[in-house]
């Protein structure tokens, strides 16, 4: 003989105020109040790598590229899940092309000795995306000056392209980013660099890189 316990049905948007808000189909209904990101950035675990204002010139793939890099060094306990890529145009001509995410793995905890996986990195402190917020950040941003034993191999395409342009050629705004929902994640003794697949000209962007931390 087959039994069915059935509880009672309780549903906010039915009148119960002491009850999960729940659809048609009983699914749990959310409200995202002050936005997606809102909870992680006031617990302190959302941060933001920038670089310089005058901007960076992006390229292929090299030893020597001077990539872009975050890293998440062996040991810090946290995956880094990017949220958000974004490019602003300062100056400079471009060259058609696109970008991609290019790896570079086993990195241990720091940078060199000779022979490790990232030679060199000139580190820039990340800030906390709640302004005046305390940094407790794991993650290493290198938006500019790295080397590797190895280039960074190719990891996943980014959904951006460049245009064949010259700083005198008058266009519309636009809008150069990514966004990310838990698909793109750094585990520990891994780093991930910004490249382009063919080379560009002079062109010069600020890239900014948001990303939460989470404990392993």
């Given at each position: 003989?087959?039994?069915?316990?059935?509880?009672?049905?309780?549903n906010a948007s039915k009148g119960d105020p002491t009850a999960p808000r729940l659809g048609d189909s009983k699914q749990l209904?959310?409200?995202?109040?002050?936005?997606?990101?809102?909870?992680?950035?006031?617990?302190?675990?959302?941060?933001?790598?920038?670089?310089?204002?005058?901007?960076?010139?992006?390229?292929?793939?090299?030893?020597?590229?001077?990539?872009?890099?975050l890293w998440n060094p062996y040991g810090s306990g946290r995956v880094l899940n990017i949220r958000k890529?974004?490019?602003?145009?300062?100056?400079?001509?471009?060259?058609?092309?696109?970008?991609?995410?290019?790896?570079?793995?086993?990195?241990?905890?720091?940078?060199?000795?000779?022979?490790?996986?990232?030679?060199?990195?000139?580190?820039?402190?990340?800030?906390?995306?709640?302004?005046?917020?305390?940094?407790?950040?794991?993650?290493?941003?290198?938006?500019?000056?790295?080397?590797?034993?190895?280039?960074?191999?190719?990891?996943?395409?980014?959904?951006?392209?460049?245009?064949?342009?010259?700083?005198?050629?008058?266009?519309?705004?636009?809008?150069?980013?990514?966004?990310?929902?838990?698909?793109?994640?750094?585990?520990?003794?891994?780093?991930?660099?910004?490249?382009?697949?063919?080379?560009?000209?002079?062109?010069?962007?600020?890239?900014?890189?948001?990303?939460?931390?989470?404990?392993?």
């Amino acid at each position: 003989m087959n039994l069915e316990l059935k509880l009672p049905f309780r549903n906010a948007s039915k009148g119960d105020p002491t009850a999960p808000r729940l659809g048609d189909s009983k699914q749990l209904l959310v409200d995202g109040l002050h936005g997606e990101l809102y909870q992680s950035t006031r617990n302190g675990r959302v941060f933001v790598g920038a670089s310089l204002t005058a901007g960076i010139a992006l390229i292929v793939s090299a030893t020597t590229g001077n990539h872009p890099t975050l890293w998440n060094p062996y040991g810090s306990g946290r995956v880094l899940n990017i949220r958000k890529l974004r490019l602003a145009y300062v100056s400079g001509n471009n060259a058609p092309g696109s970008l991609a995410w290019n790896i570079t793995e086993n990195t241990g905890a720091d940078i060199g000795p000779t022979g490790a996986a990232i030679l060199t990195a000139t580190k820039v402190a990340v800030v906390n995306a709640m302004a005046g917020g305390p940094v407790d950040s794991k993650a290493y941003w290198s938006p500019a000056i790295n080397t590797y034993t190895a280039a960074p191999v190719y990891y996943r395409p980014i959904g951006i392209s460049l245009f064949t342009g010259v700083s005198a050629t008058a266009v519309a705004p636009f809008t150069l980013g990514e966004d990310y929902d838990g698909d793109l994640l750094i585990k520990p003794g891994t780093a991930l660099s910004l490249v382009t697949v063919q080379a560009t000209t002079t062109a010069l962007f600020r890239v900014t890189v948001v990303f939460e931390e989470v404990d392993e």
